[in-house]
């Protein structure tokens, strides 16, 4: 009997201070997105599109792939009149490429989060004055990582407004 007083009694002060908390504005945000959204981080991705080692790189990337679809459709079509010297001759060469292929990618990936380090270090100070401005205008209690949110109504997003003040900064 004591342990289902406790129960209740836990059970109403949770419910309490969730009123009391529901009372103030809640709203999540998305830091990454909102800078990645911006203006300059779009200038930023096509500057590095534009780079010719990058393009270079990406170019490379595509062949390797377009390489890979060219031995798989070789050995769908002549595999089966090869001997066993002439499957493992392609088999070699098909982990040749699929290895060059990983390579590349890693290179390009690592490329790409450079860049968006470079972003987010850039714009980290700007972004939360941002954000500061925001929630003082909206009149917002808490603000929650929206990665962190298992569902939230779009209208408590504030991400976009956040991205709109650091386009005009």
């Known amino acids: 009997m004591l342990n289902f007083k406790t129960f209740a009694a836990f059970v109403v002060s949770t419910f309490v201070s969730f009123s009391a908390f529901a009372e103030g504005k809640v709203a999540v945000f998305n830091f990454e997105k909102a800078i990645l959204s911006t203006e300059a981080a779009k200038k930023a991705s096509a500057s590095l599109s534009a780079d010719p080692e990058f393009a270079a790189l990406q170019a490379k990337y595509e062949g390797l792939i377009a390489e890979l679809q060219a031995l798989r459709e070789e050995q769908q079509t002549k595999g089966i009149t090869w001997d066993a010297n002439q499957q493992a001759e392609h088999r070699k060469n098909v982990e040749y490429k699929r290895a060059d292929l990983e390579l590349a990618q890693k290179k390009l990936q690592a490329e790409q989060n450079a ?33 962190q949110v298992y569902f939230v109504d779009p209208a408590a997003d504030i991400t976009a407004l956040v991205t709109e003040k650091l ?3």
């Open 115 to 147: 860049a968006v380090r470079g972003l987010l270090q850039e714009f980290e100070t700007k972004t939360k004055t941002a954000l500061e401005e925001v929630i003082k205008a909206q009149g917002i209690s808490v603000v929650l990582n929206s990665s």
């Open 167 to 169: 386009n005009k900064k």
